[in-house]
T-cell receptor, first 115, second 116 residues
Framework: GESVGLHLPTLSVQEGDNSIINCAYSNSASDYFIWYKQESGKGPQFIID?????DKRQGQRVTVLLNKTVKHLSLQIAATQPGDSAVYFCAEMGKLRAAGNKLTFGGGTRVLVKP | GAVVSQHPSRVICKSGTSVKIECRSLDFQATTMFWYRQFPKKSLMLMAT?????????EQGVEKDKFLINHASLTLSTLTVTSAHPEDSSFYIC????????????FGEGSRLTVL
């Protein structure tokens, strides 16, 4: 079936450096993509989203890039901080407002920030 | 922002007992809620879609008689793990879709079930 996956299971980054987390998806019909952060023992926390009619979206210290040609999604975190240490998941779904739409998660990347 | 509350956050039970987990949308109405299961160091796996006033839709491989889902109101969905066994030990997470606004999904903090 369709899937969403990640290239790197673990990413170690020096505090202050930028982090890039990658995600590949296979469903060309996916319309909406979300990045979540999950800390140990907690539920996913929304970071940023992007729709398929966009190729870039910026938030506070985060940027999501979408390349529909190669079905690739990335999350960039600027000036990574110790509080950014967590597992990051990409997720995708079809039309945002469509009834019954399901959110499918990728495999996750653990980010470890070194002081 | 919107808040989804899960209760209990942690539960330990004996094998053979049933455990109920509640998922509440605190400040919005949710016609649709989703239940996920997460094993250690793994991603979230969708178990079922809970629709207010109708039967839940289960994903392939998920036993509906094992994981009973009830969505009796626009703010509450419950997941009951029946006759729990140690292999049911997991982190269960719900999410709720805001029916009024953007259809955005909000996640609960999860419920960790340990079956002895």
């Amino acid at each position: 079936g369709e899937s969403v996956g990640l290239h790197l299971p673990t990413l170690s980054v020096q505090e202050g450096d930028n982090s890039i987390i990658n995600c590949a998806y296979s469903n060309s019909a996916s319309d909406y993509f979300i990045w979540y952060k999950q800390e140990s023992g907690k539920g996913p926390q929304f970071i940023i989203d992007i729709r398929s009619n966009m190729d870039k979206r910026q938030g506070q210290r985060v940027t999501v890039l979408l390349n529909k040609t190669v079905k690739h999604l990335s999350l960039q975190i600027a000036a990574t901080q110790p509080g950014d240490s967590a597992v990051y998941f990409c997720a995708e779904m079809g039309k945002l407002r469509a009834a019954g739409n399901k959110l499918t998660f990728g495999g996750g990347t653990r980010v470890l920030v070194k002081p | 922002g919107a808040v989804v509350s899960q209760h209990p956050s942690r539960v330990i039970c004996k094998s053979g007992t049933s455990v109920k987990i509640e998922c509440r949308s605190l400040d919005f109405q949710a016609t649709t809620m989703f239940w996920y299961r997460q094993f250690p160091k793994k991603s979230l796996m969708l178990m079922a879609t809970s629709n207010e006033g109708s039967k839940a839709t289960y994903e392939q491989g998920v036993e509906k008689d094992k994981f009973l889902i009830n969505h009796a109101s626009l703010t509450l969905s419950t997941l009951t793990v029946t006759s729990a066994h140690p292999e049911d030990s997991s982190f269960y997470i719900c999410s709720a879709r805001d029916r009024i606004n953007t259809g955005e999904l909000f996640f609960g903090e999860g419920s960790r079930l340990t079956v002895l």
